[in-house]
Structures are given as structure tokens and as C-alpha cells.
């Protein structure tokens, strides 16, 4: 992508105070689109500098997550280091933060405050369980909210405890939930809303529970209680990882009664296919084990790779299980280039994560990795909001930067 590629978010102004992941995640979405981000760290810097594997003194995570936004530093807590915040604000069209309810509200930086300085700002506030409820004091991580927004109880193997996931998981769905509801804000200012901007509450577990589907309507109606099922759905059969003769792993999923019937086919059990009961999804579930062993026992018999290609032939879903070395071998992703590589000065040419979602004609791109504590104050401060080297200089001395 050329230095002419236009960017669908150009000139819109973004203030990032948040940490870890779920708010940083609906800034770096935005980033890589054009918005001109501006991480406000503590001077001490977001944990997320220190998490990880390093490349020198560069975390991998921080080089990801805060890619093209730039760094300044503050402590919000202290009245001038709120006092600048609300002039960096005075003409943001974004502000994401993640303290616990009224801590903003104490230092003087609540919605009242800043929508009086600015009232088009979009206000996003990402905390484990909301602004308001009997929870919404309480400490929020993903992992908690994986757990109560009911993901964790229908997650891994009947005989054993709920499995959480073994990524932020809670948090980037937070993160992409809160992205899309900047958008229909910055649209509803500008279409319809006069050019006044909102409040946005973001809580981790109810992206993840909205996700759970007629769960909450099963209950209510029936009430059904799902349990762990391990690989199996009571939608989909077949559904399970198969290991093949080579100990490769490939996951296999029959979405529709013709897929299935083509695999049961396939593998030698027509038969099946064939049962009056096998058109039925509910019908075809209860006869699960029977159908996953027919499954499991022919792909034990064959490589990956004869399995592929039968599968391939027979209009049959499967693919392999992939680790990552598997995904920087694979021709889809290469195709795709969904890895791309960057020429960073500090840690030189790192392969990461492309750019995502695809817009034909404004991609988004990656400028930079993510910048050094602070890189950014001198240019902001004195050369953006207008403070004098002196004024900087004392709040440099005095810590609040």
C-alpha cells in the first residue's frame, strides 16, 4: 500500500488511557484505519511494555497492540495531569478508558466534565462488568468475565473442570464490540444527533454472553442448561479432531445434512447416510458416538494428507489442526497475506498479524510498531497543545509526565 492509499479514518482524533487489552484493542482497530491515536500512558508505562516476549527492551505484545499509535505520558491522577487531558480532549472525537467506575469521576474527568469541554466526544468506558450493578466496583479481567458470562461452564470435556481460553479472549471480543459502537456513534453525531457525542459502556462479559446465542431463550422457555460437550455440538454431526495415521490432528465439521451425508459416504457408511433419522439434526446428535467412531477409525487409517485430498474430492469440511509454525507454511495465509512484515528501527523486520477487516478501496495499514514510552510528549505538548518548553520542563521535573 502506497503513501497515497487513502485512509478511511483520517483526521479523526482518538485518546487512548486504557490498559491491558479490551480498550487498547477498539484504539489499535482504528489505527490501522487512519485515526490519529494517542496512548496516554502512566509515566511508568502500561503493563503491557512488560508482558511477553522481548526483543531487547521491546515487548511483542506492546509492538502489536500499540502499532501505529503514538505514546505520551501523564498521571491523570495528579490536577495538572488532568488538567492536561482535558485539553488534549477539547477537540478528540474519541476517548476509551478502563478505570474503575468514579475513579475518573473523582480526579475530575467524568462525562459531565468532559462533554461541557467538548460535547461531540465519544466517550468509550471498557470494564469487566459495566458502569453500573452490584459488580461494577469490583476488579474486571477477561478471565473473570469468561467465567460468569457463562462461556467457561459449556467450555472443554464433561469430566473435567471448565476450561478458559488460552488468550484474552473476553477482552478482544470487548475490544471489536466497542470498535463497531464508536462507529455508529461518530454516524449518529454527524447523521441525526447534531454533533453531540455519547457515552458508550463496554463490559467484557456481556459481549461473550451475547454470543451464547438462544442459550438465554432455551432457558427461559425450557429450561435447558447446557454442560460441556467437549468437540461435539448437539447442531453439528459429525463434529470432532480426528487424529490421522502421520499424529496429525484435522478438525471436522458437518454444517449442513449434505456435507454430513458426503462424509458418512465418504468413510465407508452409507448406511448411515442413508437412515431416515440422518436428515434430522436432533436425530442425527443422538446417534453422535456412533457416527464419530465410523469417522475417527477411517482417518486413523490414512496420512493428512491422503485425508485432505479425499476430503477435498468428496466436497467434504475438514482442515488441520495448525500451530503456528503450521500457519507460516500455509498457502492460504500466504495468499491472503494475512501475516505481513514490518521493518521496525529498533528490533528490524518483525512478520505479525495483517490488517484486518479487507476494504478494497481504503485498506488499512501499518506505519510503525508500537512507540517508546513517552516518544511522543515533545511533539504533542509543545508543539500540538502549545505548552511552553518551561511548562513541559516542570512537569517533567514534577513527574506528571
Same mark, same amino acid.
Given at each position: 500500500?502506497?503513501?497515497?492509499?487513502?485512509?478511511?479514518?483520517?483526521?479523526?482524533? &482518538?485518546?487512548?488511557?486504557?490498559? +491491558?487489552?479490551?480498550?487498547?484493542?477498539?484504539?489499535?482497530?482504528?489505527?490501522?484505519?487512519?485515526?490519529?491515536?494517542?496512548?496516554?500512558?502512566?509515566?511508568?508505562?502500561?503493563?503491557?511494555?512488560?508482558?511477553?516476549?522481548?526483543?531487547?527492551?521491546?515487548?511483542?505484545?506492546?509492538?502489536?497492540?500499540?502499532?501505529?499509535?503514538?505514546?505520551?505520558?501523564?498521571?491523570?491522577?495528579?490536577?495538572?495531569?488532568?488538567?492536561?487531558?482535558?485539553?488534549?480532549?477539547?477537540?478528540?472525537?474519541?476517548?476509551? =478508558?478502563?478505570?474503575?467506575?468514579?475513579?475518573?469521576?473523582?480526579? *475530575?474527568? *467524568?462525562?459531565?466534565? !468532559? %462533554?461541557?469541554?467538548? #460535547?461531540? !466526544?465519544?466517550? &468509550?468506558?471498557?470494564? *469487566?462488568?459495566?458502569?453500573?450493578?452490584?459488580?461494577?466496583?469490583?476488579?474486571?479481567?477477561?478471565?473473570?468475565?469468561?467465567?460468569?458470562?457463562?462461556?467457561?461452564?459449556?467450555?472443554? $470435556?464433561?469430566?473435567?473442570?471448565?476450561?478458559?481460553?488460552?488468550?484474552? +479472549?473476553?477482552?478482544?471480543?470487548?475490544?471489536?464490540?466497542?470498535?463497531?459502537?464508536?462507529?455508529?456513534?461518530?454516524?449518529?453525531?454527524? %447523521?441525526?444527533?447534531?454533533?453531540?457525542?455519547?457515552?458508550?459502556?463496554?463490559?467484557?462479559?456481556?459481549? !461473550?454472553? $451475547?454470543?451464547?446465542?438462544?442459550?438465554?431463550?432455551?432457558?427461559?422457555?425450557?429450561?435447558?442448561?447446557?454442560?460441556?460437550?467437549?468437540?461435539?455440538?448437539?447442531?453439528?454431526? #459429525?463434529? /470432532?479432531?480426528?487424529?490421522?495415521?502421520?499424529?496429525?490432528?484435522?478438525?471436522?465439521?458437518?454444517?449442513?445434512?449434505?456435507?454430513?451425508?458426503?462424509?458418512?459416504?465418504?468413510?465407508?457408511?452409507?448406511?448411515?447416510?442413508?437412515?431416515?433419522?440422518?436428515?434430522?439434526?436432533?436425530?442425527?446428535?443422538? %446417534?453422535?458416538?456412533?457416527?464419530?467412531?465410523?469417522?475417527?477409525?477411517?482417518?486413523?487409517?490414512?496420512? !493428512? =494428507? =491422503?485425508?485432505?485430498?479425499?476430503?477435498?474430492?468428496?466436497?467434504?469440511?475438514?482442515? #488441520?489442526?495448525?500451530?503456528?509454525?503450521?500457519?507460516?507454511?500455509?498457502?492460504?495465509?500466504?495468499?491472503?497475506?494475512?501475516?505481513?512484515?514490518?521493518?521496525?528501527?529498533?528490533?528490524?523486520?518483525?512478520?505479525?498479524?495483517?490488517?484486518?477487516?479487507?476494504?478494497?478501496?481504503?485498506?488499512?495499514?501499518?506505519? %510503525?510498531?508500537?512507540?517508546? +514510552?513517552?516518544?511522543? /510528549?515533545?511533539?504533542?505538548?509543545?508543539?500540538?497543545?502549545?505548552?511552553?518548553?518551561?511548562?513541559?520542563?516542570? +512537569?517533567? =521535573?514534577?513527574?506528571?509526565?
Amino acid at each position: 500500500m502506497g503513501a497515497d492509499t487513502p485512509s478511511p479514518l483520517a483526521g479523526l482524533k &482518538v485518546v487512548d488511557c486504557a490498559t +491491558l487489552f479490551a480498550g487498547p484493542v477498539v484504539a489499535s482497530l482504528m489505527a490501522d484505519y487512519g485515526a490519529d491515536v494517542l496512548k496516554v500512558e502512566h509515566p511508568r508505562g502500561d503493563p503491557v511494555r512488560y508482558m511477553g516476549p522481548r526483543d531487547g527492551d521491546v515487548s511483542l505484545w506492546w509492538a502489536v497492540l500499540a502499532r501505529n499509535k503514538r505514546s505520551v505520558t501523564l498521571k491523570l491522577s495528579d490536577p495538572r495531569g488532568a488538567d492536561v487531558l482535558k485539553r488534549l480532549l477539547r477537540d478528540a472525537d474519541v476517548f476509551i =478508558e478502563n478505570f474503575r467506575p468514579g475513579t475518573l469521576e473523582r480526579w *475530575g474527568l *467524568g462525562p459531565d466534565v !468532559l %462533554h461541557e469541554l467538548n #460535547p461531540g !466526544l465519544v466517550i &468509550v468506558r471498557t470494564t *469487566g462488568f459495566g458502569q453500573t450493578g452490584p459488580y461494577a466496583s469490583r476488579p474486571g479481567f477477561g478471565t473473570l468475565a469468561e467465567a460468569i458470562s457463562g462461556f467457561a461452564h459449556i467450555n472443554g $470435556w464433561p469430566d473435567k473442570p471448565p476450561s478458559l481460553p488460552p488468550l484474552a +479472549l473476553g477482552d478482544h471480543i470487548a475490544g471489536l464490540t466497542g470498535c463497531f459502537a464508536v462507529m455508529f456513534a461518530l454516524w449518529w453525531r454527524e %447523521h441525526g444527533g447534531d454533533g453531540a457525542g455519547q457515552v458508550i459502556d463496554v463490559s467484557i462479559f456481556e459481549p !461473550l454472553f $451475547w454470543m451464547l446465542g438462544p442459550t438465554a431463550a432455551a432457558y427461559d422457555r425450557f429450561g435447558i442448561v447446557p454442560e460441556r460437550v467437549g468437540n461435539s455440538s448437539p447442531l453439528l454431526t #459429525p463434529r /470432532n479432531t480426528y487424529r490421522s495415521s502421520d499424529g496429525r490432528w484435522l478438525a471436522l465439521s458437518a454444517s449442513s445434512p449434505s456435507i454430513a451425508h458426503r462424509v458418512m459416504t465418504l468413510v465407508g457408511r452409507e448406511d448411515l447416510a442413508n437412515a431416515p433419522w440422518f436428515q434430522d439434526t436432533t436425530a442425527r446428535a443422538e %446417534h453422535a458416538d456412533e457416527i464419530d467412531e465410523a469417522v475417527r477409525a477411517w482417518i486413523a487409517e490414512r496420512t !493428512l =494428507e =491422503e485425508t485432505l485430498a479425499a476430503f477435498a474430492e468428496a466436497e467434504g469440511a475438514i482442515a #488441520p489442526v495448525y500451530s503456528i509454525a503450521d500457519i507460516f507454511e500455509d498457502p492460504q495465509y500466504r495468499a491472503r497475506e494475512a501475516i505481513t512484515e514490518f521493518d521496525d528501527p529498533r528490533i528490524g523486520k518483525l512478520k505479525l498479524q495483517n490488517v484486518i477487516p479487507r476494504l478494497d478501496r481504503t485498506p488499512g495499514t501499518i506505519e %510503525h510498531l508500537g512507540p517508546d +514510552l513517552g516518544e511522543h /510528549n515533545e511533539q504533542v505538548y509543545v508543539e500540538e497543545l502549545g505548552l511552553t518548553p518551561q511548562q513541559y520542563a516542570a +512537569l517533567k =521535573e514534577q513527574k506528571v509526565v
